[in-house]
């Protein structure tokens, strides 16, 4: 999942991680929570957007993977799992029906239509 932020974006990638983790904490569980994501490794990788190199904290676990940065005046917040960061490259999408149209496809397959 590719985001962008009006917030910082740490704020929202801090949201996803807390998301990721199960049901909504109160209370002490919340702090302790919360503690742990802040005391969670960061470590920074250069991610191509648009060709061009930006710097992205990233946090990853064995599950998921969560990366933020600033470029352009946005902030940019990923997400993923099932496959690594490593050799993600950002591009701006202009028309967006040949993946609707794959999406579409792929849904008439899992519906066994023709």
């Known amino acids: 999942m590719v985001q962008t932020a009006t917030a910082e974006p740490a ?5 996803l991680r807390l998301s990721a983790g199960g049901p909504s904490l109160t209370g002490d569980d919340l702090v302790n929570r919360l503690a742990e994501l802040d005391s969670e490794p960061v470590r920074s990788l250069l991610i191509p957007v648009e060709e061009t190199p930006v710097s992205f904290n990233i946090w990853a676990n064995v599950a998921r993977w969560v990366g933020t940065a600033s470029h352009q ?4 917040v990923l997400s993923g799992r099932g496959f690594a960061i490593d050799g ?3 591009q701006r999408v202009r028309d967006i029906e040949p993946y609707l149209r794959g999406r579409r496809e792929q849904i008439r397959a899992m519906r066994h239509e023709g």
Do not use: F, P
């Open 11 to 15: 704020v929202e990638a801090r949201n």
């Open 88 to 90: 993600v490259e950002l």
């Open 73 to 76: 005046g946005l902030g940019l």
